[in-house]
Nanobody, 124 residues
Framework: QVQLVESGGALVQAGGSLRLSCAAS????????MGWFRQAPGKEREFVAA????????FYAYSVEGRFTISRDNAKNTVYLQMNSLKPEDTAVYYC??????WGSGAASEYDYWGQGTQVTVSS
């Protein structure tokens, strides 16, 4: 069983930055692919970024590539999402998730555990 707790969401002006954190419980965190997803009101949950167990491989949605950076610290059982040059369209609830089966396609259905989410609001 893995529990994930996100933090760091806030209200920020367009062009600003935020860093989200996701703290994980469990001894196997370092074995899991970790991902960030987001869901805006009235929209489907969408993939944002993923990072392999070692941190050596990352993948981003086109809409955030070059602005967001995913990273992890396995010693702290934590994954991060650094978000720069934020835009109003980045407004959403952001979720972290763990994929215990390895590196997949990024589909939400491949992730086994989810956090409760943290709200990010970007004002124009």
């Amino acid at each position: 069983q893995v529990q994930l707790v996100e933090s760091g969401g806030a209200l920020v002006q367009a062009g600003g930055s935020l860093r989200l954190s996701c703290a994980a419980s469990g001894r196997s965190f370092s074995m899991y692919t970790m991902g960030w997803f987001r869901q805006a009101p009235g929209k489907e949950r969408e993939f944002v970024a993923a990072i392999s167990w070692s941190g050596g491989r990352t993948f981003y949605a086109y809409s955030v590539e070059g602005r967001f950076t995913i990273s992890r610290d396995n010693a702290k059982n934590t994954v991060y999402l650094q978000m720069n040059s934020l835009k109003p369209e980045d407004t959403a609830v952001y979720y972290c998730a763990a994929d215990t089966s390895g590196w997949g396609s990024g589909a939400a259905s491949e992730y086994d555990y989810w956090g409760q989410g943290t709200q990010v609001t970007v004002s124009s």
